[in-house]
């Protein structure tokens, strides 16, 4: 039977995990490498309700985008939501693994998710790391040349996107050139003017990102959640093609926690 350790192998084989950010945790955040999994759930964050459906699947594994631990616990208590979730995975001796900033990095990863959803070609790295010209953040492409409103309807309806918000201001009329990047990309926007992008499609951009390069580039914002649920689909493609016959399923309980009116 397979083992927490090989899982985490074959994700970090496809997404190394030198390739995440300075400020992040990903990797194994609860259970012992050694004990052996016999079915995983697959989800973007591990809530209460995703941890109480694992229990119901029969799931002793649980692989998440976003790390359950991503700043320190001072104490274990049950206070939290974190610690109560810490508590009962140990208890019911369930492990939870995480693949953050290195899968967005990853060639095949996060970006290029939401680049193949909108039939983008040419793809490259936005941002690459240093001498990495295959990994880092971000990616851009081409398209088939589109007007912006057709194509900003078309990208709410392929991401279930209910209150798209977009530049208001941005003067161009036609999008040919498309980045993207999963989660929180606003930093990119100006890597994406510098490669001529029209649009830049991202989430949590902040009014003051709108105001200073909304005349420079359409700034489309899907929202991070939307941007990053294809993460589950990912995860799924890794393990699966290395191990085809170890049960996955995709966590159902998970909703996003921002709601619109």
Not at 55 to 75: A, D, M, Q, T
Not at 84 to 110: M, P, Q
Not at 136 to 158: N, S
Not at 198 to 225: E, M, N, Q, S
Request: proline share 3%.
């Amino acid at each position: 039977m397979l083992k927490v350790k090989d899982i985490a192998t074959v994700i970090e084989s496809f997404a190394p995990k030198r390739l995440q950010e300075s400020y992040d945790n990903a990797g194994l955040q609860v259970g012992d490498p050694e004990m052996e999994v016999s079915a995983a759930l697959l989800c973007l964050d591990v809530t209460e309700d995703v941890l109480r459906e694992a229990l119901e699947r029969h799931c002793n594994l649980i692989v998440s985008h976003h790390p359950l631990l991503f700043k320190g616990l001072k104490e274990v208590t049950g206070r939290t939501a974190t610690e109560r979730i810490v508590i009962t995975a140990i208890k019911e001796n369930l492990a939870i693994y995480s693949a953050h900033t290195n899968l967005d990095s990853a060639w095949e990863g996060v970006s290029h998710e939401i680049a193949h959803a909108l039939n983008m070609r040419d793809l490259r790295v936005l941002k690459p790391r240093d001498g990495e010209e295959s990994v880092g953040l971000g990616v851009i492409g081409e398209l088939q040349p589109t007007p912006k409103i057709e194509f900003l309807r078309k990208l709410k309806e392929a991401f279930k996107v209910k209150s798209l918000r977009f530049s208001s201001q941005s003067p161009q009329l036609v999008v040919r050139k498309v980045a993207v990047c999963g989660g929180s990309g606003a930093s990119l926007i100006q890597a994406a003017i510098d490669a001529k992008a029209d649009i830049i499609i991202t989430g949590d951009v902040k009014y003051h990102d709108f105001t200073t390069y909304g005349l420079d580039i359409i700034i489309a914002d899907i929202g991070h959640y939307e941007s990053e649920i294809c993460t589950k689909k990912i995860f799924s493609k890794i393990i699966r093609e290395k191990y085809p016959d170890f049960v996955t399923y995709f966590a159902e309980s998970e909703t996003n926690p921002i709601n619109y009116m």
